[in-house]
């Protein structure tokens, strides 16, 4: 070994170990001053607003027994909503692949393209879309869709692919 380095004397290893100790340490202090010295506090915000801002958004509230829920919990209605048409249905789920023919899907109004399938029958229409079928996952990836709005998206593309 001829001896040839970067460190020739004995001052030389004492920085280039210092160095060594001190960078890694400079460095975390600095992602640390990034990640949390930089917050911007508004000094004119009220510790109203600071309230609304920091509150829960939910309360639990824990009943015994058969007891009623007390008065302060909020009842939550169920919302009936009217079934979506077919056309609403397939701009909502289906026009993004079918609309374009992504991933092999075929184009509605495409003709000979849903010839075949619409030869298989509406009911392995309606199961397919239902339940997913090769690359379309089960109702078009919604799943809030029931199945008489599936159903209504099937008949609506069929009837535009005749």
């Known amino acids: 070994m001829s ?4 460190i020739k004397t004995p001052k030389q ?3 280039a170990g210092a160095l060594a ?3 890694p ?13 930089s917050k911007r506090i508004d000094p ?8 609304q801002r920091i509150r829960p958004i939910g309360e639990l509230v824990k009943s015994e027994g ?6 302060a919990a909020p009842a939550v209605a169920a919302v009936a909503t009217k079934p979506r048409s077919g056309e609403e249905v397939y701009q909502l789920a289906c026009a993004a692949c079918h609309g374009a023919g992504v991933a ?9 393209a849903w010839a075949p399938r619409i030869a298989q029958g509406v009911a392995t229409l309606y199961k397919h879309s239902i339940e997913g079928f090769k690359g379309m996952p089960a109702r078009g990836g919604n799943s809030s ?11 609506y593309q069929v009837a535009q692919s005749k």
């Open 145 to 155: 869709l029931t199945d008489d709005e599936v159903k209504a998206a099937v008949d």
């Open 104 to 112: 092999g899907a075929p184009k509605t109004g495409d003709k000979a």
């Open 3 to 6: 001896g040839e380095g970067f």
């Open 13 to 15: 290893l004492i920085i």
């Open 21 to 23: 100790l001190v960078t």
């Open 25 to 37: 340490v400079a460095i975390a202090m600095l992602g640390a001053h990034l990640v949390t010295g």
């Open 66 to 71: 058969t007891a009623p829920p007390p008065a």
């Open 44 to 51: 004119n915000e009220s510790p109203a607003s600071v309230e």
